[in-house]
């Protein structure tokens, strides 16, 4: 089933936020894949480490 790309919704990989074309503030594109932030604050922390927020699985039990 294929949808209008203007009715996709990204996820905000640094607080989980699910964001739309609309409401996405900021990009940022990283290894060939852009990833869309609802804010400046968002997007500065994951330019400063990406492996961070990309992590498929969070490691549980770790604090
Ligand atoms: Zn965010």
């Known amino acids: 089933m294929k949808h209008q790309d203007s009715e996709k919704t990204f ?3 640094v607080c989980g936020m699910e964001l739309s074309r609309t409401t996405a503030i900021e990009a940022f594109e990283y290894q060939g894949k852009t990833y869309y932030f ?6 500065e922390a994951f330019e400063a480490e990406p492996e961070k927020y990309l992590r498929p699985h969070r490691q ?4």
């Open 60 to 63: 549980h039990g770790l604090k």
């Open 38 to 43: 609802c804010a400046g604050v968002c997007r």
């Open 11 to 13: 996820k905000d990989p």
